[in-house]
């Protein structure tokens, strides 16, 4: 620096939120971050839907809880709760692609994985698709009440007839 000085530096915003980075592929193995969700979503003509992909974040805030009159719920997700870089997750359906008649309800702070379509809304507006989105996992728990965790075990078998290979060979 030539002239000036160190206070004449600008200091950076701390409450502008820092953009994160896009990560995932979409797929349930790796699942799309609310950063890679909002891009693919921006990138859509309006009123055009992506493929199905998944999504994970967690619960930053809640517009509307699940409830049966509708059965789905409107809520922002990002990748560590806050509101920095937040995807919009917009009225999707619950637990196994059904609408909601009952059962655990979702909070702030939740993990989700949102199995679904995403669209750019009105061109300003990237989102999921009303009722074509739906919870795959809440908090590590799906449908069938297992895990979204794909189990382990040990491999057995030879693929002989008399000693076939297990599913995990």
Do not use: W
């Amino acid at each position: 620096v030539k002239e000036g000085s160190i206070e004449d530096v600008p200091e950076e915003n701390p409450e502008t939120p820092t953009p994160g980075e896009a990560k995932g592929k979409g797929t349930l193995e790796d699942p799309f971050n609310s950063i890679a969700a909002n891009q693919l979503a921006s990138s859509l003509a309006d009123g055009a839907e992506s493929d199905m992909v998944y999504i994970k974040g967690k619960i930053s805030t809640i517009k509307e809880e699940f409830g049966t009159q509708f059965g789905n719920a409107t809520f922002y997700i990002s990748d560590d709760g806050t509101d920095n870089g937040t995807f919009y997750v917009f009225r999707t359906l619950y637990l196994g692609n059904q609408k909601y008649s009952g059962g655990e309800n979702i909070k702030v702070g939740d993990e989700v994985i949102i199995c679904g379509r995403v669209t750019n809304y009105m061109g300003n507006t990237p989102e999921t698709v009303t009722n074509k989105s739906y919870i795959y996992s809440l908090n590590g728990k799906t449908a069938d009440g297992g895990s979204d965790t794909p189990a382990t075990g040990e491999a057995k078998g030879n693929g002989t007839l008399e000693d076939p290979f297990n599913s995990i060979a």
